[in-house]
């Protein structure tokens, strides 16, 4: 079977260092005096970690088109799913805990 | 070893391969939502209660969430690794590299383990043991309860993961796979691969709120 587009073992660690370098720079961002909001900063570097892996090591970049379009299907949908139910939540007055 | 050949639909190996593999992402897809709705309610509860949320991430054992984030990532790449491995042939190679995944996926458990015991002395276990007595007492609550919730099936999926990686090991030692059939390897390594993903996203969500 096609094994031209496979990944090399520095391939494979260089993703890896990239990888803890972004975990690293994560937990630097949750100590900026910025409350709550550290997922603006942290969330996009989960997603770029995410994406990494998915192209990289699940081999995505050298997979078929159709492929790359179920994959990013679910993705997408739970996008979809997130900005209608936030829409909902954050324009209602809610319960409040205390 | 013997000969393997393409199930009666397929053309060849090849074209099973890809269907094996656009099956394994539709199945991911399944679990891309079944996570979504728990990030879902994840997000809800942090935009309405972030102070809540905030007093209760004090109480995450940062070094113990980063140790277990630094032992999945390096788990991802020993498996890429087997997959590799077995791609090209080495057989010997694909098996060290399957048993040491085991080996950073087992430690991962024992490690989370050793949080869920912790938080529960604290008395941090929603419902049964909660003596949390500070201020956002109840939001404080709803995070342990997301908490054990998320991370709870997400130690599942590891879990099933460590028992199929198993059986990986057991049929990469008695030589069933070869460059020519490996689809069982690289399916097992997606859905490795995507565990690791949903921690990726567990890790800032229960560790990294704010620690300034």
């Given at each position: 079977?096609?094994?031209?587009?496979?990944?090399?073992?520095?391939?494979?660690?260089?993703?890896?260092?990239?990888?803890?370098?972004?975990?690293?720079?994560?937990?630097?961002?949750?100590?900026?005096?910025?409350?709550?909001?550290?997922?603006?900063?942290?969330?996009?570097?989960?997603?770029?970690?995410?994406?990494?892996?998915?192209?990289?090591?699940?081999?995505?970049?050298?997979?078929?088109?159709?492929?790359?379009?179920?994959?990013?299907?679910?993705?997408?949908?739970?996008?979809?799913?997130?900005?209608?139910?936030?829409?909902?939540?954050?324009?209602?007055?809610?319960?409040?805990?205390? | 070893?013997?000969?393997?050949?393409?199930?009666?639909?397929?053309?060849?190996?090849?074209?099973?391969?890809?269907?094996?593999?656009?099956?394994?992402?539709?199945?991911?897809?399944?679990?891309?939502?079944?996570?979504?709705?728990?990030?879902?309610?994840?997000?809800?509860?942090?935009?309405?209660?972030?102070?809540?949320?905030?007093?209760?991430?004090?109480?995450?054992?940062?070094?113990?969430?980063?140790?277990?984030?630094?032992?999945?990532?390096?788990?991802?790449?020993?498996?890429?690794?087997?997959?590799?491995?077995i791609r090209h042939g080495r057989r010997t190679q694909a098996l060290q590299m399957t048993l040491v995944t085991m080996a950073l996926g087992a430690a991962f458990i024992v490690m989370?383990?050793?949080?869920?015991?912790?938080?529960?002395?604290?008395?941090?276990?929603?419902?049964?043991?909660?003596?949390?007595?500070?201020?956002?007492?109840?939001?404080?609550?709803?995070?342990?309860?997301?908490?054990?919730?998320?991370?709870?099936?997400?130690?599942?999926?590891?879990?099933?993961?460590?028992?199929?990686?198993?059986?990986?090991?057991?049929?990469?030692?008695?030589?069933?796979?070869?460059?020519?059939?490996?689809?069982?390897?690289?399916?097992?390594?997606?859905?490795?691969?995507?565990v690791d993903i949903v921690w990726i996203f567990l890790f800032p969500s229960f560790y990294l709120i704010s620690l300034a």
């Amino acid at each position: 079977m096609n094994t031209t587009s496979d990944h090399s073992s520095i391939g494979v660690l260089g993703i890896w260092i990239t990888l803890i370098v972004l975990a690293a720079l994560s937990i630097a961002a949750a100590y900026l005096p910025i409350g709550s909001w550290t997922w603006i900063i942290t969330y996009p570097i989960a997603a770029m970690m995410a994406l990494l892996i998915m192209a990289s090591y699940m081999r995505l970049r050298s997979s078929t088109v159709i492929v790359r379009i179920f994959a990013g299907a679910g993705f997408f949908w739970l996008l979809l799913w997130f900005a209608v139910t936030l829409t909902d939540y954050l324009t209602r007055p809610h319960l409040y805990l205390t | 070893m013997t000969a393997i050949t393409p199930a009666a639909q397929f053309d060849d190996l090849e074209q099973e391969h890809e269907a094996s593999r656009l099956g394994m992402w539709t199945f991911l897809a399944t679990e891309v939502l079944f996570f979504g709705v728990l990030f879902a309610a994840y997000a809800i509860s942090r935009l309405l209660y972030p102070q809540g949320f905030i007093a209760a991430s004090q109480h995450s054992d940062l070094m113990l969430g980063g140790i277990e984030t630094a032992v999945l990532l390096t788990s991802s790449a020993t498996m890429a690794m087997a997959a590799r491995a077995i791609r090209h042939g080495r057989r010997t190679q694909a098996l060290q590299m399957t048993l040491v995944t085991m080996a950073l996926g087992a430690a991962f458990i024992v490690m989370h383990l050793q949080g869920y015991h912790h938080h529960i002395e604290e008395g941090l276990f929603p419902g049964v043991n909660f003596t949390y007595e500070g201020p956002y007492r109840n939001q404080v609550e709803l995070f342990y309860f997301l908490y054990f919730v998320m991370t709870a099936f997400h130690l599942l999926h590891l879990i099933v993961g460590l028992c199929i990686l198993a059986v990986i090991a057991v049929m990469t030692w008695r030589e069933w796979f070869s460059p020519e059939y490996y689809t069982p390897v690289e399916l097992t390594a997606l859905y490795w691969d995507f565990v690791d993903i949903v921690w990726i996203f567990l890790f800032p969500s229960f560790y990294l709120i704010s620690l300034a």
